[in-house]
């Protein structure tokens, strides 16, 4: 390794800082007139990680935990209530919105559900070379051949099999690899993958992930991965983030967190991740109860209606991430006891 690939390794790409995302439920005339408090699903609540250039980082949590509105904030889909994302140096709040859509050629989704995100009434061929009528409109004459290399470079190949072919007329995996070239096409630097394996097949999923884990390589790549899926996770991530309710509990190298975990909730969700050999059997439950309401969460730590080891402080004073080993935070006030 040179020392300028080093250097370009310890970079920061993505900063995101005490990040907020408050969705107003209600506050409209009739509460005014009412004189009632307005009322916010607190979707996101505070959350600050970094992402370094080349790097796979994973957000990991149950449905509600926030981590979909945090990739919409990443990539400027949502406006954040509070906090900053800065990408590549350039604070997204900082840009006007012709300024937002040029930046976002460089931030390009891949969305979960591929039949939802490809329109039935485009071809294969359409729909790959789309952002580029969008974002190069002056190269015209090259977008056949570069819709056509994107296929190849997925797996789909011949790509003049696929060119004329509607969504509903290929494979559900096929149309993943479609949402995969149409993501890449813009030549982006930054990919959110927003469960981009969830609706694949189980047969194909690994597949997909060889094939992620190559373009990354290839295209020198950085993955916001999305995934509720710990075992997809350690599939592929450098470094992870664990969301509960909004808030981040727990972060740090994807070995040292799943030979480690500090928090009571990510050793929960680790005990629960399926062993692939019908001989062994999981006895670890997820702990009892549903994620809380994000309206009126609970108080102190938010984990403590469901974590095992909860004292009596828990309720009261909410614990922040602090890092504990190099490179590996929790939060939560009792950590240091699962240091040995
Ligand atoms: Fe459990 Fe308390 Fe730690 Fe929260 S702070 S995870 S409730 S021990």
Same mark, same amino acid.
């Given at each position: 390794?040179?020392?300028?690939?080093?250097?370009?390794?310890?970079?920061?790409?993505?900063?995101?800082?005490?990040?907020?995302?408050?969705?107003?439920?209600?506050?409209?005339?009739?509460?005014?007139?009412?004189?009632?408090?307005?009322?916010?699903?607190?979707?996101?609540? !505070?959350?600050?990680?970094?992402?370094?250039?080349?790097?796979?980082?994973?957000?990991?949590?149950?449905? #509600?935990?926030?981590?979909? %509105?945090?990739?919409? @904030?990443?990539?400027?889909?949502?406006?954040?209530?509070?906090?900053?994302?800065?990408?590549?140096?350039?604070?997204?709040?900082?840009?006007?919105?012709?300024?937002?859509?040029?930046?976002?050629?460089?931030?390009?989704?891949?969305?979960?559900?591929?039949?939802?995100?490809?329109? &039935?009434?485009?071809?294969?061929?359409?729909?790959?070379?789309?952002?580029?009528?969008?974002?190069?409109?002056?190269?015209?004459?090259?977008?056949?051949?570069? $819709?056509?290399?994107?296929?190849?470079?997925?797996?789909?190949?011949?790509?003049?099999?696929?060119?004329?072919?509607?969504?509903?007329?290929?494979?559900?995996?096929?149309?993943?690899?479609?949402?995969?070239?149409?993501?890449?096409?813009?030549?982006?630097?930054?990919?959110?993958?927003?469960?981009?394996?969830? $609706?694949?097949?189980?047969?194909?999923?690994?597949?997909?992930?060889?094939?992620?884990?190559? @373009?990354?390589?290839?295209?020198?790549?950085?993955?916001?991965?999305?995934?509720?899926?710990?075992? %997809?996770?350690?599939?592929?991530?450098?470094?992870?983030?664990?969301?509960?309710?909004?808030?981040?509990?727990?972060? #740090?190298?994807?070995?040292?967190?799943?030979?480690?975990? @500090?928090?009571?909730?990510?050793?929960?969700?680790?005990?629960?991740?399926?062993?692939?050999?019908?001989?062994?059997?999981?006895?670890?439950?997820?702990?009892? !109860?549903?994620?809380?309401? &994000?309206?009126?969460?609970?108080?102190?730590?938010?984990?403590?209606?469901?974590? &095992?080891?909860?004292?009596?402080?828990?309720?009261?004073?909410?614990?922040?991430?602090?890092?504990? @080993?190099?490179?590996?935070?929790?939060?939560?006030?009792?950590?240091?006891?699962?240091?040995?």
């Amino acid at each position: 390794m040179t020392e300028n690939s080093i250097k370009k390794e310890k970079k920061n790409f993505l900063e995101v800082k005490d990040l907020k995302k408050y969705f107003h439920l209600r506050g409209g005339i009739i509460d005014t007139l009412l004189s009632r408090e307005p009322e916010y699903v607190r979707a996101v609540d !505070g959350v600050t990680f970094n992402i370094k250039e080349g790097e796979v980082f994973g957000l990991v949590g149950e449905s #509600g935990s926030g981590k979909t %509105t945090i990739g919409r @904030l990443v990539v400027g889909l949502e406006k954040p209530t509070e906090g900053t994302v800065i990408f590549d140096g350039i604070d997204l709040s900082s840009l006007s919105n012709e300024e937002m859509r040029k930046l976002r050629r460089r931030m390009q989704v891949m969305f979960q559900d591929p039949t939802a995100s490809l329109n &039935p009434r485009m071809t294969v061929g359409e729909a790959v070379s789309h952002p580029l009528q969008i974002h190069f409109p002056g190269k015209k004459a090259n977008h056949r051949k570069m $819709m056509e290399e994107h296929l190849e470079r997925v797996g789909l190949s011949p790509a003049s099999y696929f060119v004329n072919k509607y969504p509903h007329e290929i494979s559900g995996g096929q149309r993943q690899r479609v949402v995969i070239a149409r993501a890449l096409i813009t030549t982006p630097e930054l990919v959110l993958a927003d469960e981009p394996i969830a $609706m694949a097949d189980v047969s194909v999923r690994a597949l997909l992930l060889d094939l992620m884990v190559r @373009l990354k390589t290839e295209l020198n790549l950085t993955y916001l991965f999305i995934t509720h899926d710990l075992a %997809t996770a350690k599939y592929i991530c450098d470094r992870i983030g664990i969301l509960y309710l909004g808030k981040m509990a727990e972060e #740090g190298n994807l070995r040292d967190v799943y030979s480690k975990p @500090l928090h009571p909730y990510t050793q929960a969700l680790l005990a629960a991740v399926p062993i692939p050999d019908p001989h062994q059997r999981r006895t670890e439950e997820m702990p009892e !109860g549903e994620i809380p309401n &994000p309206i009126n969460p609970p108080s102190g730590c938010r984990f403590h209606p469901r974590c &095992p080891i909860a004292e009596a402080r828990c309720s009261e004073e909410e614990p922040f991430l602090r890092e504990l @080993l190099p490179g590996h935070k929790v939060a939560c006030h009792y950590a240091e006891q699962f240091l040995e």
